[in-house]
């Protein structure tokens, strides 16, 4: 989301208003708009299916920022991203916040337990003039050790050759609970996540489009995928690993929707749940919607399986 989690303090025409709060565009034309308490009435449209809803009239006053040196988090600017080899290391226990957008060579670098990355919004963009190694242009990533508690959320992660990678390399490393929450990924080379050995966790309400993979899970346990959008990859989802559950998802315009190894130890739905269709509550499994119509259906479930054809192109 590009606007504020919670109320801020912000300035327009010289007075001091406190609400949710967006990011100021200097080429917003929507004439229709009317303004409200400075923001305008019509979100600002940055790409298809991703909007500004509380886009500003005029540019924040630093002046009347509030300082979060006391707020108990980290917050990275572009400043802080100025090794093109390791970007910024993440080394300490903590929450980690984007206060801007951030275009660098190398993105975050996770080398620590309990660590919340919140994009609060904003967009880490790779600038990689000549892509090199898979493990020198990744947006998140982690280094060599056994860590746990890793939460990646709202941020969109664009143009990197591995939006996420974790752990960065195939060595004997691991990842205890690991969340990606409410988070774009977007013309990311190679995948959007590419998550080795991880065990535990989840990725939920996030989006997927223009990569080769959009999630390749090739060595992942316990992992719940669920409320995602897989569009224009190659492959929406390589889950490689065991005991995954994936359900409630939207695959559509893939070149393969899920990669045929995903079939051995995984569960393409849910836990027995109660869920609503056309205005009538109902008890059971739900799977995953593939864009294409699958015959007779009873209670929002078609009755013809998806089938999942090997290495077939749709």
């Not at 509030?66 to 226990?93: C, V």
């Not at 975050?108 to 898979?134: K, M």
């Not at 080795?196 to 996030?206: A, D, K, L, P, R």
Request: proline fraction near 4%; glycine fraction near 10%.
């Amino acid at each position: 989301t590009f606007n504020s989690p919670t109320n801020v303090s912000y300035a327009y025409n010289g007075t001091v208003y406190s609400g949710i709060a967006g990011n100021y565009w200097s080429d917003y034309n929507e004439t229709n708009a009317t303004i409200n308490d400075g923001i305008w009435s019509i979100p600002y449209t940055i790409m298809e299916l991703v909007n500004d809803s509380y886009p500003l009239v005029e540019p924040a006053n630093p002046e009347t920022k509030e300082e979060p040196s006391n707020d108990g988090l980290i917050h990275l600017t572009q400043d802080d991203f100025t090794d093109n080899e390791t970007g910024y290391i993440a080394s300490e226990s903590g929450t980690y916040v984007l206060d801007e957008n951030i275009t660098c060579a190398m993105g975050i670098g996770i080398n620590a337990s309990n660590i919340t990355i919140d994009g609060n919004g904003f967009y880490l963009t790779g600038n990689v003039s000549e892509p090199g190694e898979y493990w020198e242009d990744t947006g998140i990533y982690a280094l060599s050790g056994n860590f746990e508690n890793i939460t990646v959320k709202n941020v969109l992660i664009t143009e990197w050759y591995y939006g996420i990678a974790v752990p960065l390399h195939w060595e004997d490393y691991e990842i205890t609970n690991f969340s990606v929450i409410n988070c774009t990924f977007l013309n990311n080379d190679w995948m959007g996540i590419g998550e080795m050995y991880v065990f535990g966790g989840e990725i939920t309400n996030s989006t997927f489009k223009n990569s080769y993979y959009g999630v390749m899970l090739p060595y992942t346990e316990n992992i719940i995928i669920t409320g995602n959008e897989f569009s224009g990859n190659e492959y929406g989802l390589y889950a490689g690993g065991v005991n995954n559950w994936i359900y409630l998802n939207k695959f559509e315009n893939n070149s393969q929707n899920i990669d045929f190894r995903s079939l051995s130890g995984n569960y393409f739905h849910s836990p027995v749940v109660k869920y609503e269709f056309n205005g009538k509550v109902y008890e059971g499994r739900v799977g995953n919607y593939y864009g294409e119509e699958l015959g007779t259906s009873n209670a929002g479930i078609y009755d013809k399986p998806y089938g999942i054809e090997a290495m077939i192109r749709k």
